[in-house]
């Protein structure tokens, strides 16, 4: 078992930027690739990015690509989601999610377990 806890989400003006954070427990962390998910109002859950279990090789949703950092840091077993050029179009609710594999994947079903989900909302 992996316990996913998120944290970071709040309301934040357009242009703006936000650090989400999840803390991992249970297995042992550094196996396991990573995952950002979104949910916006009204819409199904969709990738936002996803890192390796090495930190080496990661992931972007189109949408975000140049604006969006994931990284990690397996010491302290925590995953980031460095979001900056906010736009109310990224309001959502933001899912960490792991992976049983190494390798990162962008669909959600691939992965295994989940955090609760942190509140993003951006004004414009």
């Known amino acids: 078992q992996v316990q996913l806890v998120e944290s970071g989400g709040g309301l934040v003006q357009a242009g703006g930027s936000l650090r989400l954070s999840c803390a991992a427990s249970g297995r042992t962390f550094s196996n396991h690739a990573m995952g950002w998910f979104r949910q916006p109002p009204g819409k199904e859950r969709e990738f936002v990015a996803a890192i390796s279990w090495t930190g080496g090789s990661t992931y972007y949703a189109d949408s975000v690509k140049g604006r969006f950092t994931i990284s990690r840091d397996n010491a302290q077993n925590t995953v980031y989601l460095q979001m900056n050029s906010l736009k109310p179009e990224d309001t959502a609710v933001y899912y960490c999610?792991?992976?049983?594999?190494?390798?990162?994947?962008?669909?959600?079903?691939?992965?295994?377990?989940w955090g609760q989900g942190t509140q993003v909302t951006v004004s414009s």
């Open positions: 999610a792991a992976d049983l594999q190494r390798v990162p994947r962008t669909t959600a079903n691939a992965y295994n377990y």
